[in-house]
């Protein structure tokens, strides 16, 4: 058996923190033939000593970082420990706000999961069983001119455009459908591993899926296998419920569901690099009788440098443009 301790001892590690490994085997019989240290199933080091340490190792992920021994006996019996250990960001993230540069309007039926802005319209997914639907709509007028809607046994999630394709990706199903960006046509389905789908954005080359989690996975958009994973974390911890995305040069904005927050996501790392705070950009909108539900829906027109974002029974949509608070 195998006890793995990382120096320093410490509830949580930070990206980029060097620490070292010490590894301790005892036997209750036999001998050992050799021991093997990995770091992130990347093997650091092997021996055939009991008691061995290895230094230096730098944290270059973001979550639960692990530590795997495999010890193996002469008589070809192996033992297995794993170590994790928390690995939160090194940036302190920079607190932003908005300002409303225009407003349009906003189905007060749409219960907003997905949304993008391509060759000058949006696309909105919506969910909720019965009612989950695809849309082409005028920014102008917040009118529809192009319509899909889903059967009743799926709850519609997020969305994305990518090689003439929209891809729609379905909450409990752990499904989601390819249509014809032309003429919302149904060519392909596919499967995907986590347990839920919440939101939906590529980088041109890959899907990028969120799941309610911190993790977001990268997914291929022809046979649907996962390319990676990244979690995301600030410098207080891993940050969860994200939600509707969208990614641009390298970064990934993501509503972080149930809050009037969205977050800037350096896509390499996971890092936290911006928390915007949107507060109050429905107030003067909101009739009291109405109901709305929590932020979510971001788009933005790359070609003009526009970000827009709504929310699930919004009757508006909002144009913004971000600043940092003083």
Do not use: C
């Not at 793995?4 to 301790?24: A, D, I, L």
């Not at 000058?120 to 709509?137: C, M, P, R, V």
């Amino acid at each position: 058996m195998s006890v793995v301790v990382v120096q320093p001892v410490k509830n949580n590690y930070v990206f980029g923190e060097n620490v070292s490994v010490n590894v301790q085997t005892k036997l209750k019989d036999g001998e050992i033939k050799n021991t093997q240290l990995y770091y992130e199933n990347e093997l650091l080091k092997e021996s055939d000593a009991l008691d061995f340490s290895a230094d230096n190792i730098t944290l270059n992920s973001l979550g639960n970082n692990n530590f795997k021994v495999v010890a193996t006996k002469t008589d070809g019996v192996e033992n297995t420990r794993i170590k994790s250990v928390p690995v939160f960001s090194d940036i302190t993230p920079k607190k932003m706000t908005y300002l409303t540069v225009n407003n349009y309007p906003h189905s007060k039926t749409s219960y907003t999961q997905g949304l993008e802005y391509y060759n000058g319209f949006l696309y909105e997914g919506t969910g909720e069983n019965g009612k989950s639907s695809l849309f082409k709509i005028n920014l102008a007028t917040g009118n529809a001119v192009q319509t899909y809607h889903m059967d009743d046994i799926y709850f519609g999630e997020g969305i994305t455009i990518l090689n003439n394709k929209i891809y729609q990706i379905t909450y409990h199903a752990q499904k989601g459908f390819v249509y014809n960006l032309s003429d919302f046509a149904v060519i392909d389905s596919f499967r995907f591993a986590s347990k839920e789908g919440w939101g939906l954005t590529n980088d041109g080359t890959n899907l990028i899926m969120s799941d309610g989690t911190s993790t977001l996975t990268w997914i291929n958009p022809e046979d649907f296998s996962i390319v990676k994973t990244v979690q995301v974390a600030n410098n207080r911890g891993m940050v969860n419920l994200l939600n509707e995305l969208e990614y641009i040069d390298g970064k990934i904005y993501a509503n972080i569901y149930t809050t009037n927050v969205i977050v800037k996501i350096d896509a390499a790392t996971g890092k936290v690099l911006e928390e915007i705070n949107m507060e109050g950009i429905l107030n003067m909108f909101k009739n009291q009788n109405e109901t709305v539900d929590y932020l979510n829906g971001i788009a933005i027109d790359k070609d003009n440098n526009r970000m827009f974002v709504t929310g699930k029974w919004w009757p508006r949509l909002f144009e913004i443009k971000l600043e940092e608070s003083k």
